[in-house]
């Protein structure tokens, strides 16, 4: 028996093509059944089946840092000295500015700094806008059952007019075509001032993406300090600055812990509220005296913030009147009534 098989794949392809058209199907959401929070990969940075931006300045470390990540959640590294909770994921590294050879030579280093033993990372050299090098990317993901995947950078992965809506709009729909986590390095919009800072391009980088890290560095040395800060959290309250030490060598970097509120380059990012009991651990202290180690937050909203903290109880005010100071109960002494 003859077929038609011209025919019998003009309407395979029809039906294909209309199967794509209608899209994801509708379904019915009923708040009786059991809430799911949305899951981390490497919390709280990485959400799970979502777009992650971490963005910076050059130089800042943001693809080593990102590298930690890719080791973190590869092995899965459960027991960093790091303080980061890991679920285990198959991480692709797409790459838009260096080369094998420079990005091996990073993680090599990152890995040897960890002691972990010999690692893998999955590599792809990437020379198109990511939304026109779709159906390639999407291949390599299933031939090495990849799920996650590292954008380095978004200007070049993006393309085109950065400040303008649609290169980020046609990198993220693509990324969304994947099904997969994304972390996408980005770069810090130049001209700003020691306030929250925001990505290069158009505003829809942050738009788009679930859950934004904001990352600094302060040259120490043959160390880098890093500090984290989140700038948009989408499904629960913004996590603490956080800060870490990148150590180099030769053929090593290692990572350490870093408390964020020694590293003097980064205390007039922390929060104004931060920073006025930092200021206290010392002891008790005037406006005037705390107001002199604020030199940088305007007045209405420094003294704003000592009455909302007094309210709060955050921190005891101590006389009335010019007399007044502030301290924290932990660093006050009541040798003759401790419950004052």
């Known amino acids: 028996e003859k077929h038609d098989w011209q025919a019998i794949i003009d309407q395979l392809c029809y039906h294909v093509q209309e199967k794509a058209r209608e899209g994801d199907p509708v379904v019915e959401l009923w708040t009786n059944e059991e809430l799911k929070p949305p899951t981390y990969l490497v919390y709280p940075m990485v959400m799970l089946n979502q777009p992650n931006v971490l963005f910076g300045p050059p130089e800042s470390g943001k693809t080593q840092w990102a590298m930690v990540l890719v080791l973190a959640m590869s092995l899965p ?36 700094g960890a002691n972990v033993g010999d690692c893998s990372l999955n590599y792809r050299r990437c020379r198109l806008p990511l939304a026109d090098d779709i159906e390639a990317i999407a291949n390599h993901m299933a031939r090495i059952g990849a ?17 303008g809506g649609e290169s980020p709009t046609r990198m993220f729909t693509a990324i969304d075509q994947l099904k997969c986590t994304s972390v996408i390095l980005a770069h810090t919009s130049k001209g700003q001032g020691v306030g929250k800072k925001t990505i290069y391009g158009s505003m829809f980088f942050e738009a788009y993406a679930r859950s934004v890290w904001e990352m600094r560095a302060s040259p120490d040395g043959d ?44 205390m007039a990012h922390l929060s104004t509220s931060a920073r006025i009991i930092e200021a206290l651990r010392s002891g008790a202290k005037s406006p005037k005296e705390l107001k002199d ?29 010019k007399e007044v100071s502030y301290g924290l109960l932990s660093t006050l002494q009541f040798p003759n009534n401790p419950s004052t």
Request: proline share 3%; aromatic share 12%.
């Open 77 to 112: 590294w459960t027991n960093n000295p790091l303080g980061l909770i890991v679920s285990r994921a198959h991480p692709l590294w797409l790459d838009y500015e260096a080369d094998r050879d420079t990005t091996l030579f990073n993680f090599t280093r990152i890995v040897r």
């Open 147 to 163: 799920n996650t995947i590292f954008v380095d950078s978004a200007a070049k992965a993006a393309g085109g007019d950065l400040f």
């Open 223 to 266: 160390s880098l300090n890093i500090g984290l800060w989140d700038n948009k959290a989408n499904f629960r309250r913004k996590h603490d600055p956080m800060a870490f030490q990148l150590n180099y060598d030769s053929d090593s970097i290692s990572v350490v812990i870093q408390d964020i509120k020694t590293v003097e380059d980064f």
């Open 293 to 321: 180690l604020l030199p940088d937050v305007a007045a209405a909203t420094f003294y704003a913030e000592l009455a909302r903290m007094s309210n709060r109880k955050k921190i005891v005010k101590i006389g009335a009147g």
